[in-house]
Structure formats: structure tokens, C-alpha cells
């Protein structure tokens, strides 16, 4: 296979959750760019459609929906929809996150509930109901979206986010055993952990701890979208078809530090 068939995922299937803003709108434009049809959801259906009027201009087809990830039904009716619009599903990054900023000791339990409903539990029904789709056809791609927090604690006078480092590191653990149980089947489930990108929901870190993210980052800088445009296609494209329950870290060496 020459390298640019490696790398091709034109006329393929992607659902990207969370797809109307941040890093979900970014990696749905990425998968566009690269030829293939992308259906975007989240629970703010104007900014989906408003993407997926973007990924169109492109000269894709796209799907924008309405879906809180947490709720079986809105997920069954998203990936209804698009195997009927497209007949399958070749791609699912599951994008759609929360946090909540506050102590572990005082952390109300309706919002511990709520980061975990959504990271978690949504991550678990999204890719449960597109891989019923993808071992039928015997080939896909499930691509989770972890964080660096998830692979440790972080000091509360910097990231006070005790459920949300939970959950992603919940997420990686599901990302290993989920590519364990559909491996058999051709189908690669992979995750990316990213560092510190501008995104809404980052930014009140960003902005309140910005030097100490910097200094604490050997590459220098926050993240640039250009800099996880490259890990999405090659997770969801040919090129990765050899790699299964890999965490790939996205963080200008955050992670590398002793």
C-alpha cells in the first residue's frame, strides 16, 4: 500500500461527539479535509449546524444532531441515522467532555455524577452502539479523546479537577480493554491524551495558570490546533491498523518530565 492509500480515509464514515466546538470541531474538519462524510452531535444544535454547514463547503456530506451523549436513545438515534444516510460507520471519535473546578472535600456528588455521565458513560454508549455497526462489516475505528490529568493527580492550587482526571483516566482504561474485545473483529480503539489546547473548556485554567503551563512544558507553548490535526487521521485512517489500545499523548512533553 503506497503511503498516501495509507493515510486515505476519503468517501469513509466519521461521527465526531462534541463535534460543534473546540477540539471536536477541529477533528472534524481534519476528517473532512482528508475526504471523508463527518456527522457531528453535541446538545448545542445550532453550533453542529453551523460546523456541518463548514464540513459541506468542503465538498463532504454531513450530519449535524441534537444528542446528550448520556441518554441510550439520542445515541441509538444518531447512529440510526447516519448508517441510514450512509449505509455504515467507518470512524467514531468520542469527543464530548465536562469538568467541574472544585475541592474534593466539598465536591457536590450531583456534579461528580454528571463529569462521569458524560466522559464516561457516554464514551461507553457511543462506542458500544457503533461497534454493534462496525463488527458487522468487520472493520472500523473508535478513537477516544483521554487527557493528560488522567494519568495522575494534579495539585489543587492548579487543576482543583478531581472528577474529571478521574473519568479520563476511567477513559484510557476503557479505551485498552474495549481494543482487547473488538481486536478479534478488525477494529483499532485507540485514545489520544492531549495537554493543555484552547478550548472552552480549558480556558479558565489557561487563562488563570498560563505561565505555570508554559514553564512546566518543555516544547514552550500551549497546544495548536495543527498539532493534533496529523494523530486524528492517522488513528482513524490504514496507517494505524496495527496499533490497538494506544494512549497517545499530545502535550509538548508534559508527560515526558521526570
Known sequence: MLVNELFNVSNKTAIVTGGGRGL??????TLAEAGAN????????AACLEVSKALKDKGVQSLAFE?????????????TETVKQFGTI??????????????????????WDKVMAVNVKGTFLFSQAVANVMTKQKSGKIIN???ISGFGGTMDTFMNTTAYNTSKGAVMTF??????????HNIQVNAIAPG?????????????????????????RIGHPNDLKG????????ASNYINGHILTIDGGTSALA
Open 24 to 29: 471536536g470541531e477541529i477533528m472534524a474538519h
Open 38 to 45: 463527518v456527522v457531528v452531535c453535541s446538545r448545542d444544535l
Open 67 to 79: 444528542c446528550d451523549v448520556t441518554v441510550p436513545a439520542e445515541v441509538e438515534h444518531v447512529v
Open 90 to 111: 467507518d470512524i467514531l471519535v468520542n469527543n464530548s467532555g465536562t469538568s467541574w473546578i472544585a475541592p474534593i472535600l466539598t465536591m457536590p456528588a450531583d456534579k
Open 145 to 147: 479523546i483521554a487527557s
Open 175 to 184: 479505551t485498552k480493554d474495549l481494543a482487547v474485545k473488538l481486536a478479534p
Open 196 to 220: 493543555f489546547f484552547p478550548t472552552k473548556l480549558s480556558k479558565p485554567v489557561i487563562d488563570h495558570f498560563s505561565k505555570q503551563i508554559i514553564a512546566r512544558t518543555p516544547a514552550g
Open 231 to 238: 494523530a486524528i487521521l492517522f488513528l482513524a485512517s490504514p
